[in-house]
């Protein structure tokens, strides 16, 4: 019972911190402001959504089917066999469902307009808070790399004479060219 009333405490000091951020937030806002801006429009705060929801379960479909499961399956069912390899994909995607799980219920009791991230830093201290964002970030250079590579290799059996620096440059220049447009052209090319 003294685990689950220490969690309730850093729940309740982390919802009031949120709460107190917030008032903060919105009493330099009217002070920076001035008394002009008061009698103006109230300024709407928040996330914009522009993604709707035919995007969201493609965006997480591609997410769920990435270039993994068809550059790297063929090495785990030849390693594993059939069998193990279902129990590894089970084994991990009862873990990676427990994870979402518990993010997902942190975002719903306190929703933030930061990465996951910020509850770690809200929650266990700053300084987890802050390895976590560079260790994602440097996760992603990688995997960004990594998918730049796969696209080389998996042109390559299409087009052999073609090099494959080709297509993973051309590749960048299509994930580069995606990223600098709205969120609306990103998830319409996504889609």
């Known amino acids: 019972m003294a685990g689950m009333r220490d969690l309730r405490q850093v729940f309740s000091r982390a919802q009031a911190s949120s709460r107190s951020d917030g008032e903060m937030n919105e009493a330099s806002e009217d002070a920076v402001a001035g008394p002009a801006a008061a009698s103006a429009e109230p300024k709407v705060h928040g996330l914009k959504r522009s993604l709707s929801a035919r995007h969201l379960s493609f965006i997480s479909l591609g997410g769920t089917l990435g270039t993994g499961l068809f550059i790297s399956a063929g090495t785990s069912l030849a390693t594993a066999g059939p069998g193990g390899a279902l129990v590894a994909y089970a084994f991990l995607g009862g873990i990676v469902f427990f994870l979402m799980s518990s993010l997902g219920e942190m975002a719903t009791f306190i929703p933030i ?50 090099n494959g620096v080709v297509w993973s440059v051309t590749a960048a220049a299509i994930l580069l060219g995606l990223n600098l447009f709205s969120v609306r052209g990103y998830a319409e090319a996504e889609f």
Do not use: K, Q
Request: aromatic share 20%.
């Open 113 to 162: 307009a930061g990465s996951f991230n910020e509850y770690s830093s809200r929650f266990a201290d700053p300084a987890i808070g802050f390895a976590l964002g560079w260790n994602y970030w440097f996760n992603y250079v990688c995997v960004t790399a990594s998918e730049l590579v796969a696209a080389g290799i998996v042109m390559r059996n299409y087009l052999p004479h073609v």
